[in-house]
């Protein structure tokens, strides 16, 4: 991908579903990727067992108009 290159709304929901991975398969996840401006919004709200489900943390990062993840908030 070259620095000239925007990338699409379904390439940064990929990028952002691998840095939301949770290897524990009991544990859900909830992505929301929103287009701002530069790039794109990630908020992250991971979710433990099975419901009604237990907020573990949640957390925020920014992907560039390049695909790069800049991570604002951990979890």
Do not use: C
């Not at 929103?34 to 990062?61: I, K, M, W």
């Not at 560039?64 to 604002?72: A, P």
């Amino acid at each position: 991908m070259s620095e000239n290159t925007s990338i699409t709304v379904e390439q940064a929901t990929q990028i952002a579903e691998k840095w939301a991975a949770v290897r524990d398969e009991s544990v859900n996840t909830h992505l929301d990727v929103q287009r701002v401006e530069g790039g794109f919004r990630v908020e992250l709200v991971v979710y433990y067992g099975v419901g009604p489900f237990e907020p573990l943390g949640s957390a925020s990062a920014v992907i560039d108009e390049t695909g790069h993840l800049h991570q604002v908030r951990a979890a």
